[in-house]
């Protein structure tokens, strides 16, 4: 036995291991060309080859089952040595209805829930807040494990890849950042711009590996899992390798690489199996047996799913939300009064309480400021390790809160104000509210996000006023409630502890610390409420809009005018029929806003509204829509008011639907 032989056994892959991983090596490559096959077929229509990035699967013989994989789309070794067999990737590919998504997410964009390995989303990098999140799930609970977040050198690039590595520093995290470094971002060379060739990473957590190595990719990930394991925070292994094929079935790297480029890439296939002949553990005629026999039974496997029925377009909108009764409960609160500022700050000490799992995240919410309106404040005692500061950062908030949720906790984050979720969208655009879908709910999320939202609170500005709520309406599988008392707020809070969707708690500015007599009596935390009855006209509005309606009800009433004032709350889900029931009574609509008109929540609500005969037809006016036209939010008190829908504006709006 010749030295390298020796050493390959004792600091990578173990001499009983290494034919079948070999095999393994050989199924996916086998994978990769059946699916060129199928794709030249008809049968497929994209596909994305993992050739060249085979070994870094010998990691998997050192993970335990509960550890978690946040993965790379190239990572089809990866996920055959977790158990998502060329069966389930096949289905993958041809987007069957037994796929993992249905038939709803694109071809190697992974996902094994019986193996822990998370969904993948297109957007690259956004799998790495989430996977910090779901290890600091892992230590939050003292359980040991690891999380592997596995991405490629151009996309260490995004904003996104380094807020998780801060985070995983600053706490701790066991996370291995397992980062393919194969030269190129789809034709972009990378060797002078990626992360570790600017000198950005950390050195004594970035390992270089050879990653068309299967031994040294074992011997370095076993030394970083030791580390993890025993709480010396996160390392990168920075693994270089060859892309073999092209970026995409849609890309042609010879467009933009030298033939002799291409040549001269090394295969980690070949290059292990030609170890394992020189060990003496196969022999060619193996290579050869084992080549034809996985050939044909991956032949016969992409056959037999080819013929697989394609999901039911009927079925698309299942799995946007939990099925009825799974998640809603009917939360009602006693009648309270005070502030709204008060009901979150009981009803997040009441979660505290109730769910062990649940998790408060967010700037500046410790005590003693106990966040900049005071929502979280008193509540370090009770809360200890679950109460923490975030870092000025709000796609780690969300990013973060969607791995704790993903891992079985209960996260409820606050954003300082919902001007500010920008850095957040992709976090909540591409993971938070696609996530259940995607996975036909092998995975859920039910993370509740909640911010200071709106304006008529002079002094905010652009950046501190905006009732921006058609941006998350716009979302399928996000929940959204406007509370606008005490009552309501407290109710929605707690109904959102208990849901298994995500939901959005926007809380009016202008209304949090009003102080409220208790209400005459309780309400559920579901639907629309009717805040004063009508025969002449109904008013729709939600949040702030609801104290301009209820002024202007009363100016009308003096004019003898019986306006129906209906405060939606849930914007999502939409409690048409109480609406509609109101139309269909009055004939007469107004809908009120703050938000500005062109593509808003009251523009879509009145379409909705009109969009059945039932109540097209019931109508004796056109309705009408008062909103701040397409402006933004000036900072100087006059200039605000003056852009602001005011109560004369529901006024006149009213008496012109009575014409």
């Known amino acids: 036995m010749t030295n390298r032989t020796k050493e390959s056994r004792t600091s990578g892959i173990p001499a009983e291991r290494r034919t079948a991983f070999l095999e393994l090596m050989l199924l996916s490559r086998e994978c990769d060309r059946r699916s060129g096959i199928v794709l030249r077929q008809g049968e497929a229509w994209f596909h994305i080859s993992s050739a060249g990035h085979e070994a870094l699967a010998a990691l998997c013989e050192l993970l335990a089952p509960e550890d978690l994989i946040f993965p790379h789309y190239r990572d089809r070794t990866l996920m055959l040595a977790r158990g998502m067999d060329p069966e389930a990737q096949a289905r993958d590919l041809m987007a069957k209805a037994a796929s993992h998504s249905a038939g709803r997410n694109m071809s190697a964009h992974f996902s094994h829930r019986a193996g822990n390995v998370f969904s993948v989303a297109s957007p690259t990098g956004s799998q790495c807040l989430p996977a910090v999140g779901a290890a600091w799930a892992a230590k939050l609970r003292g359980k040991p494990g690891a999380v592997v977040c596995s991405i490629g050198d151009a996309s260490a690039r995004q904003g ?90 849609s890309d042609d790297h010879r467009v933009y690489r030298t033939a002799e480029d291409i040549a001269a890439m090394r295969d980690p296939v070949d290059l292990f199996a030609r170890r394992l002949l020189d060990e003496g553990a196969v022999d060619e005629d193996w290579l050869e047996r084992t080549r034809s026999r996985l050939a044909r039974e991956t032949e016969e496997i992409y056959d037999r799913v080819a013929a697989e029925p394609a999901a039911d377009p009927k079925a698309i909108g299942e799995h946007l939300f939990a099925p009825a009764g799974d998640g809603r409960r009917a939360a009602v609160t006693r009648p309270c009064g005070g502030t709204m500022v008060a009901a979150v700050n009981r009803a997040l000490a009441t979660g505290l309480e109730l769910h062990p799992e649940l998790v408060l995240f967010g700037e500046d919410i410790e005590d003693p400021k106990g966040g900049v309106f005071g929502f979280t404040k008193g509540l370090g005692e009770a809360a200890g390790d679950r109460m923490t500061n975030a870092p000025l950062a709000e796609a780690t908030i969300v990013g973060a809160a969607v791995g704790l949720a993903a891992a079985g906790m209960r996260p409820v984050v606050e954003l300082q104000f919902v001007d500010f979720a920008g850095p957040a969208w992709n976090q909540i655009a591409a993971q938070l509210t696609t996530l259940r879908w995607r996975t036909a709910s092998a995975w859920t999320c039910p993370v509740v996000l909640y911010a200071p939202w709106g304006g008529y609170l002079p002094g905010g500005g652009i950046w501190h006023s905006q009732s921006n709520e058609s941006l998350f309406t716009h979302l399928p599988g996000l929940r959204v409630v406007v509370p606008s008392t005490p009552e309501d707020t407290e109710a929605a809070f707690l109904d959102s502890f208990t849901a298994d969707d995500p939901t959005l708690v926007l809380l009016p500015k202008h209304l949090m610390r009003r102080r409220r007599e208790p209400a005459g009596r309780s309400w559920p935390a579901g639907g629309a409420r009717t805040l004063r009855t009508g025969a002449d006209v109904t008013v729709v509005t939600w949040g702030n809009g609801t104290e301009l309606a209820l002024e202007a009800a009363d100016v009308l009433a003096a004019e003898g005018v019986g306006a129906e004032v209906v405060d939606l709350r849930w914007l999502v889900p939409l409690d048409r029929e109480t609406v509609a029931a109101s139309l269909r009574r009055t004939g007469r609509l107004v809908v009120v806003q703050e938000d500005n008109r062109t593509s808003s929540f009251g523009a879509g609500l009145v379409t909705e509204l009109l969009s059945r005969d039932e109540e097209f037809y019931a109508l004796l006016a056109p309705p009408r829509l008062v909103t701040r036209e397409d402006v933004h939010v000036p900072f100087h008190p006059d200039l605000e008011r003056a852009v602001l829908p005011a109560v004369d504006d529901v006024v006149a709006a009213v008496r012109s639907v009575l014409l």
Do not use: K, Q
């Open 160 to 249: 996104e890849f380094f807020e998780a590595l801060a985070f995983a520093v600053e706490r701790a995290l066991p996370v291995l950042f397992l980062v393919s470094d194969n030269g190129y971002g789809i034709s972009t060379p990378t060797a002078a711009m990626s992360p570790h060739a600017l000198g950005l990473l950390p050195g004594h957590r970035t390992r270089t590996v050879d990653g068309a190595d299967p031994d040294a990719v074992h011997a370095a990930a076993a030394t970083a899992l030791g580390e993890l394991r025993e709480g010396g925070g996160p390392v990168v292994l920075w693994c270089r390798l060859d892309r073999l094929d092209s970026h995409t079935s």
